[in-house]
């Protein structure tokens, strides 16, 4: 069953871009739906936003969702940050985005988690159920984490797998001929309070310098300040971010 009225709900400006760039790519897509592209109600960065012939609009989904059931046949989530009522989630075919390779570090931020336990990572397009990154895979990408990554190292692997997913399984997925596979089990998930509750170091706590390393590579993306500890003297936040280089 071809899919002909689509949403499409990202809090994220790099997927949204992707997303426009493929269905640009191939205007067969476009010709006979109906998309629509929003965000979070509040997401003042992306609302209002144009990319090329699509003006992204804020959008409550917990307010909204009778109405969605009522105009969409497809939900896409492209990283969203809001959680879809089961409601919704029973009523439409809801498709996710996701960017870990489930059922490994569900949930929050999983390049972190996966530099810091070891477990796999890449991205994942699945059907969306009740719970957090657990519905049926359509298609998912495996990235290397190398020894010498950073958060941001790693998350750029993962997007750049999400764009090669979204690319390749696009079509699958309006058309409604895409194959699922259930998760081989049900994994581990991640929450915000777990990333939160790596973020402050402990200066006497004795860990190996792999550990250490690995702590703040997981912690380092960017300018985000994530890692820190307090100052004995002062008491004051010092942030702490790390620098890796591979020899040439
Ligand atoms: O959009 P997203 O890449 O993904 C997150 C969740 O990981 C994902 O499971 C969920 N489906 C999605 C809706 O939200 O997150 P982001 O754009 O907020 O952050 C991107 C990366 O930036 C993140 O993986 C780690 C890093 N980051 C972000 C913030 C806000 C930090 O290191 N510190 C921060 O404070």
Redesign the pocket.
Known sequence: MSYTKVLVVS??ERIVNFFIDILNAQPNLRKIRHLRFVCGPEDTKLIGKKFGDFIIEGMDIKEDYEEIIRDYDLVISA???QIFPAKLTTSTKCINI???LNPFNR??????FSILNGLPLGATIHEIDPEI?HGAIIDQIEVAVDSWDT?LDA?NKVQDAERELIERSIESILNGTYNTLQPREEGNLNLKKDFEALREINLDEAVTFGQAIDRLRALS?GE?K?AYFYDKNTNQKIYISVRLEREK
């Not at 949930?107 to 972190?112: D, E, S």
């Open positions: 809090d994220n990283h969203c940050k996701h960017p870990g949930g929050w931020y999983p390049q972190v990154d958060s998350y993306h985000f994530n």
